[in-house]
């Protein structure tokens, strides 16, 4: 019995996985049983747009490689014929640089087209390109190949390409281009490459929507065919680190070292949870967010050192800082999609505002956790998302020092504390013990309780305030019927790779 083995068939399972690849074998039996299987649905279509993305490398805005796709695309009927035209187009038609010892490294898709020659890495650009263009999501990948063709007991990276087609799902592809013993096929869904894989060699098994950096700094650096045989990229997928960019954004600041520190970690897609977790540890700030983008909109997850949670405001600012200024968005205003809803953050000048759902707090009977926490005796305590704790007008909440052990006997996430101030309309300090935070710097997502509270309470809906925590944040909020917005600024202090093994 024959066995095909598609690496690539994951899309079903997207929400499921936390990374890397779905491995499964399918026999040919059950081949047309199960191609809806790995139908695309519709909510995860915008999960397709980083494998149509345009870059630098990709450039399918380019006329030259526009006109071809124009033109390859013409009287198809589907994008299976689409597909087949780029593949074998950019198979036959692009000299292969290590079969005609061509003296020219390529890696732009419009220098490929240029000059008719590219290795299998420069091929695999130019076709994604291609497809891309003609909106068919196209992604990267690789095996790792014995290279004893050119030189003895090497190995190198040999680069492919995955298509995403309506009726099948991933397919890869492999156009480095037919010789003699070299017998690359398109035809779904049975999968043809250019080799079989021997002895210590292997697939890596990923979806890329960009070609991998040690790729690009190969064809960057080795110029000629005598440099690029001796140079080819490899990289051991063991010992290959995950790299995670880092950037920690001091929030509700205007200058370093003030308002409340946030990590945040862009990704292309969600990691595992508990992995998400531990980098949160090893953080070990107030919060961690880590987002993805999807499309034109972004989703979000907050972790503290101990656990995940379902907002927060001052990681929210950060990550919008990092989006704003350190990612080349263009736009003025994000849509973030979390656990707590829709959240919209927006920008004036350096200004951020976001705009969260209101959580009013409802009064309730003082819990006899914080009168043990506390030497004063609080007005009166309100219930939402944290308690909120309201004591007596001008209290000097910085004298106050609460018993974390009484608070950690509470049911809820934290405990903000409140008064009106001489400066500022309110003033606050925020408490959560049981999720690693003894007391956070500033807590925008607290301001979603604390403002509906403040606006009834002084018949107002604009407020100055300030939380009195050792580093201190300023920042404004008002409230409007059911939403809340929180204004602050931010200041980006580290920028940083983590490297996980």
């Given at each position: 019995?024959?066995i095909?083995?598609?690496p ?8 499921l996985?936390s990374?890397?690849t ?20 519709e ?26 796709a124009t ?10 014929e689409?597909a ?18 061509d ?25 994604a ?54 017998d ?18 292997y ?7 960009d070609?991998?950096?040690e ?42 070292f ?6 945040v ?7 595992d ?37 379902n ?14 200024n ?33 959580e ?20 009166e ?17 910085q004298?106050?020092h609460?018993?974390m ?11 903000c ?27 925008g ?7 509906p509270?403040?606006a009834?309470r ?18 404004s ?12 600024y931010?200041v ?10």
């Amino acid at each position: 019995m024959l066995i095909f083995k598609f690496p690539y068939i994951n899309i079903v399972y997207f929400e499921l996985l936390s990374s890397a690849t779905l491995k499964i074998n399918i026999m040919i039996e059950s081949v047309q049983n199960k191609k809806q299987s790995v139908l695309i649905r519709e909510k995860d279509k915008m999960k397709m747009q980083k494998y149509l993305k345009e870059c630098e490398y990709v450039d399918y805005s380019h006329k030259r490689v526009l006109a071809l796709a124009t033109n390859l695309a013409r009287g198809c009927e589907d994008d299976v014929e689409i597909a087949k035209r780029c593949f074998t187009y950019v198979r036959d038609e692009i000299h292969h640089s290590g079969d005609y010892k061509d003296d020219i490294t390529t890696y732009k898709a419009s220098d490929v087209l240029k000059h008719g020659t590219g290795w299998c890495y420069a091929k695999s650009i130019l076709l994604a390109a291609l497809l891309r263009a003609n909106g068919i999501p196209t992604a990267f990948c690789y095996q790792r190949l014995s290279c004893s063709e050119y030189v003895e007991d090497v190995y190198c990276l040999h680069g492919l390409n995955a298509i995403y087609l309506k009726e099948y799902g991933w397919y890869r592809v492999d156009a480095r281009g037919n010789k003699e013993g070299v017998d690359a096929q398109f035809n779904p869904p049975y999968e043809k490459l250019a080799f079989e894989l021997q002895e210590n060699e292997y697939d890596l098994d990923e979806l890329l929507s960009d070609p991998l950096p040690e790729v690009i700094e190969a064809l960057k650096k080795y110029s000629c065919y005598e440099e690029m045989i001796h140079n080819f990229p490899d990289i051991e997928e063991k010992k290959r680190a995950t790299k995670i960019k880092f950037y920690q954004v001091d929030a509700f600041a205007q200058k370093a070292f003030e308002g409340n520190p946030a990590a945040v970690c862009p990704l292309d897609e969600w990691l595992d949870e508990e992995l998400m977790q531990r980098i949160a540890q090893e953080n070990n700030l107030a919060e961690t967010a880590f987002f993805i983008q999807n499309g034109d909109d972004f989703e979000i997850r907050w972790f503290t050192p101990t656990k995940e949670v379902n907002l927060c405001g001052h990681a929210t600012l950060a990550a919008a800082h990092v989006i704003f200024n350190n990612m080349n968005y263009k736009g003025d205003s994000i849509s973030f999609h979390s656990k707590s809803g829709a959240l919209l953050v927006s920008r004036e000048d350096a200004l951020i505002t976001m705009n969260f759902p209101s959580e009013p707090a409802e009064v309730c009977e003082i819990p006899q956790a914080i009168l043990d926490a506390f030497e004063l005796r609080p007005k009166e305590v309100l219930k939402s998302v944290d308690y909120i704790v309201v004591f007596e007008d001008g209290v000097d909440l910085q004298e106050l020092h609460p018993n974390m052990e009484a608070l950690k006997k509470l049911d809820l996430r934290g405990v903000c504390i409140t008064t009106t101030h001489h400066e500022y309309d309110f003033v606050s300090r925020f408490f959560a013990p049981n999720y690693g935070i003894d007391e956070d710097s500033v807590t925008g997502s607290a301001y979603t309780q604390l403002t509906p509270y403040w606006a009834q309470r002084l018949e107002k809906k604009s407020f100055t305030s300030k939380q009195l925590s050792k580093r201190g944040g300023e920042l404004s909020c008002r409230v409007d019927g059911e939403r809340v917005f929180i204004s602050g600024y931010g200041v980006c202090c580290i920028i940083g790779e983590m490297q996980i093994s």
